[in-house]
């Protein structure tokens, strides 16, 4: 039992470390950690300094939610649908580089059969 409590001791001084140096959420998960590593010790002075934290300094090290968790967030293209372009784009290969490939190719079908 007594790493279990060495663990959540250390959990306690990352938390401190985290709420002097203002980073709230990784001060949240730590006492929270703490407190599942050893229910007997008391956080609750920690969570009352991380909640001040957060009273007095409203954003900090939180990113604005601008994604709804709805469901999985996907990524927004910059250049409009990548369908359209990789099909304006205009690529060109050598008469070698075709006949390497296509030879490739054939050789594959022919060693899977």
Same mark, same amino acid.
Do not use: H, W
């Given at each position: 039992?007594?790493?279990?409590? #060495?663990?959540?001791?250390?959990?306690?001084?990352?938390? $401190?470390?985290?709420?002097?140096?203002?980073?709230?959420?990784?001060?949240?998960?730590?006492?929270?950690?703490?407190?599942?590593?050893?229910?007997?010790?008391?956080?609750?002075?920690?969570?009352?300094?991380?909640?001040?934290?957060? $009273?007095?300094?409203?954003?900090?090290?939180?990113?604005?939610?601008?994604?709804?968790? #709805?469901?999985?967030?996907?990524?927004?293209?910059?250049?409009?649908?990548?369908?359209?372009?990789?099909?304006?784009?205009?690529?060109?290969?050598?008469?070698? $580089?075709?006949?390497?490939?296509?030879?490739?190719?054939?050789?594959?079908?022919?060693?899977?059969?």
């Amino acid at each position: 039992m007594d790493g279990k409590k #060495d663990e959540a001791l250390k959990c306690l001084k990352i938390a $401190q470390n985290a709420i002097e140096s203002g980073d709230r959420t990784r001060a949240l998960k730590f006492v929270n950690k703490a407190r599942g590593l050893d229910p007997s010790l008391s956080v609750d002075e920690l969570l009352s300094k991380v909640e001040a934290q957060s $009273q007095s300094n409203a954003p900090t090290n939180e990113i604005p939610s601008k994604i709804s968790d #709805d469901g999985p967030r996907r990524r927004v293209s910059t250049t409009g649908s990548s369908a359209s372009a990789s099909s304006t784009a205009s690529v060109s290969y050598t008469e070698e $580089q075709i006949s390497i490939v296509r030879e490739i190719e054939r050789k594959k079908i022919i060693t899977r059969y």
